[in-house]
């Protein structure tokens, strides 16, 4: 028993919920005065920091855990931090900070802000607890509220659009995890317990003669888990319901929650099923095909795509399927490439969401080609996209190119027939597509050709109908230059997304430490 | 013989002749005595709980001192009392929640009638639960039928006196069919005592002899009883009976009324016919299938309707499913979990029919979606609870619900030919649950827009009783849905007391 | 299947012919009063087999009379209470049955289950 392991979690939620219910409690949405909002923001900030503290404390002091009670008969809910959970752990507080810190400004303009930091409070609760979960039952519960509590942000500004982009979500992500509550049940009758353990804990003897409905079992909870992260044929939620959602939000879906679906299908597959027990079946020939296809058609619907943010969620559903690929291969180096891209890709497509918000928060673009030429206007927002976005394609001394590298190389040790030359061909493609859709921003922003010069001068498409001319005259009063709230995160974003590809050892080291303990 | 023996036998008595009382008394004094009745049924029902635990077997009471074939017997068992005393608490919390809709609706002169109706239904489920006697079952079955047609029209609406009618209608032709099939059983076997007549059927099972009358009385009594507690083809009554009446009345009609027949078809079966000649028929999997078809088709039907009582009690048309699913599976698993959903249901179902009100209270009166758009924020209650109870319904882990899914679950994996479909009708039911309850949630969560009537702020001490009887019902689900180890285990050791 | 067996208990195959007629007629007829007269069909065909159960040829009502006490002599009395007791019941059903069709005629003035509910639908309550 461990009782300090349970303050992270109830602390933020505990909070979140009480300015909840404060939000709920006043009449008027309208947003209030200065001294209002910064006593809210301080507020938030003290929650956030002291939770996160206490999170990065209980993960990193040794393998800590928690029976809290017993649900049913062997399964309690039980937390336990291990060498994953402080891997995520680290990076959900690493990007809730900054993304805090953005919305603090950001949130202006979107109204309803105490409601949008309880949400964002409980959520940050319910992700450290599915990072502590220490069994699939306690997994599955915290893998459904937070579904249940990141809906509210995804239809934060209430429109109809935004409402059933929401529902969309829900209904995804339910039907996901029903998929990874059915492998639950299977893998409750033919393991020795649903506790995470490195390796698996599949028992042999009481699997013989069951694989077939075992193997199918945990495809589901591929496939169902992977709606969370994305992954076809349960993706089309994530291009819908990223771009309603205000872009600090949008942030932390793309960068973390879709990462929640990643975590699980890790637990089922490495944690509880076992690799060997998958090697060379057609699961993971089948789970390979589809992480394949997601990362080329996410590419090239992203190419295509006009809106911003929109292209970005595209971008997403490709990227986390390199994650996706490199799990399914089942070896240790594609499985530390993974657990690096999923760092890599929460800071770079956090910052992306972040610049895109930049975007929207001053001029109301939202349209790639309304982009031209900005680069003019705000310069250092620009380079951190440019450095982004250069992580994201992995050109070398980059976060992106470490994580890729170590992907192609496990893909060509794997011996999985055509799959080990065709794998890195495809990421190959997929990084040429990437580079094709986000480079084309940075380019025309800081040399945007004549034509556009002209244009930039009056901002048009503005976002918010009812707001639009109090913002606008807002951005007037703001200067050229971003306030240092929304600078700041963003240069530390693009700073780690360099620093991890000039010095990935440490991150690396431990990932293929993991790897190692797994298989 | 411990004088806590005498418990079950006395709060039948006691709630059958408190309901002609209630009718000389006023309304007021009727109330008070309904709930004196029901607070002391319970108090009994748990003694008598405690008493079978402590001696760790069942015993059987006769009435009147009368042997086997003559006299009418009680039996009393774990799981009788355990059901006994949480069908008590759940109409008291039914009871307790719908006070002001009560008054509200009933005429003055009538309000004590409600009373001898809700003491009668008391009596008649108490009976179901514990006799030991086939004819006497079907006869408070009858009785529990007259009653509950009573708490349907007692609002007096012309929708409730159809919903009445209807009700009657399907339900007599229920009684029929289960009249019939104990005739049946009766002329196969000789005996009307529960015991007696299983050792006549096993015997004739052995030998052989009869089978295909066996299997007509099992038919005829199953098909009755599933036509009275509302399975898929037969559910046409349901949403009307549930969704027009009066608060306690929807609420008991759906948390009670239909588990009531639902406990005696599990009688039938295990102790009665006997579990394996069930499993031998294909009555189990005619069960099975409509308990299938009526959980999808149920959840269809609540997605379409735009009313929220209604789609509660279409609801209740896919929960219905659920159980009788499990009952199809024919193992003591499928039973078992069964039984958890009979508990599970009946607590959430309750829950959402009170908090359907508290939602209505806070919109003029009204439950078309379209009126109850920000609800959730005018009456924190109401919505909080109605919250928990979705998300019992949709399957969350710490709910009821997910427990009683979980077990249905475990009971199909390993089982030879129902296990992908029973899996995959979770799989579907649960993600059909989540749409439309979520969506109502969404819709109760979002601030109604600007300008729309009939809303007002409801606080929680406005109507305290059934602020009370929403926090009770929600504890009474995270009980069942955190503390699952314990029933569990009783239910088991209550089922192996029913050979 | 013989049509012989048909033949030797006429009297049970004449109870089910009457009880399929009472039930479908209490499910299939659209007139509530004529529901009810398929309810008592059907209720009293399930007596008639009830009391055909019990009847054992060549004897006597179970009542004692001249002092014969032997069990010989009498028909089986159990289904004959039990008759009785489902006689009851059903008359109550019916009592209930006939007070719902009076309320329901008084205001909607027809008979017709269905009519009432269509009507009821246009009323949008």
Redo the contacts between chains.
Sequence with gaps: MDAFLLIPIVLPMFFGALLLFFSFREKNTAPGGRRERARLCLYVSAVLGISVALALAAAWSGDRELVLFTLFEGVPVYFHVDALGRLFVTVVSLIWVLSALFAFVYMKHEGKEKRYYGFYLILYGVLVALDFSGNLVTMYLFYELTTLVSMPLVLHNGTREAVMAALKYLFYSMCGAYGGLFSVFFLYRYSDSLNFAPGGTLNQAAAQGHEGILLIAVFAALVGFGAKAGMVPLHAWLPTAHPVAPSPASAVLSGVIVKSGVLAVVRVVFYVAGTDFLQGTWVQYVWMTLALLTVFMGSMLAYREQIFKKRLAYSTVSQVSYIMFGLSLLTPDAFTGALLHVVVHAVVKCGLFLTAGVFVYRFGYTRAEELGGIGKKMPKTMWCYLLLSLTLVGIPPTGGFVSKWYLAEGALQSGTGVFSWLGPVVLLVSALLTAGYLLPIAMKGFFPGSEHLQGLEEPHGIEEPGEGAQAHSSRKALGPELSPAMLVPLVVLAALAVWLGVFPGPVSEYAARIATAVF | MAFVQNFPFLSILLSLFSGPLCSILSGKWAKRVNTGVIVTTGVMSAFVLQHVISTGQSYVYQMGHFPAPWGNEIRVGILEAFMACFFCAVMLLCMLGGIREREEQIQESKQNLYYVMVNLLLCSLLALIYTNDL?TA??FV?IN??SA?GLI?IR????T??A???Y??MS??GS??L??GI?YL??VTGH?LMSNIREQVQFLAQTGQHHLSLMVALGLMSVGLAMKSALYPFHTWLPDAYGYSTLSSSAILSSLVSKGYIFLLIKIFCRVVGFNVVNESKVVNVLFVFGIIGMIMGSLSAIKENNLTRMIAYSSVAQIGYIYMGLGLATEAGIVAGLYHVLSHGATKALLFVAASGLGDASGNSDRFADITGAGLRNKLAGTAFLAGSLSMVGLPMFSGFISKFFFAQAAVGHAHKMFPTVIALALSTILNAVYFMKTVIRIYTPAPEGSVGGRQIGVWEQPAKSAALVCLILLNLILGLNSDPIVRLIQRGFEMFD | MRIQYLLENYEEAVAMIL?GI??SN??LQRN?IK?IIG?NI??TA?YL??AL?GYISGRKAPVVEEGIQSVEAYINP??SG?VL??IV?SV??TA??LS??I??YR??HTLD?DA??T??KK?G?
């Design positions: 004819f079907y006869v009858e039928t007259i047609c029209m007096q609406t012309g929708r006196y159809e009445a009618a209807r009657m209608i007599l032709s029929g069919l009249l019939l005739c009766y002329a009307l | 009880f009472g039930f209490l499910l509530l529901k309810l059907m209720d399930v087999f009830l159960k159990i289904p039990l007791t489902g019941v109550s059903v209930l049955m719902l069709t309320c329901l205001r909607y289950l009432i509910s009507q009821l009323e309550k």
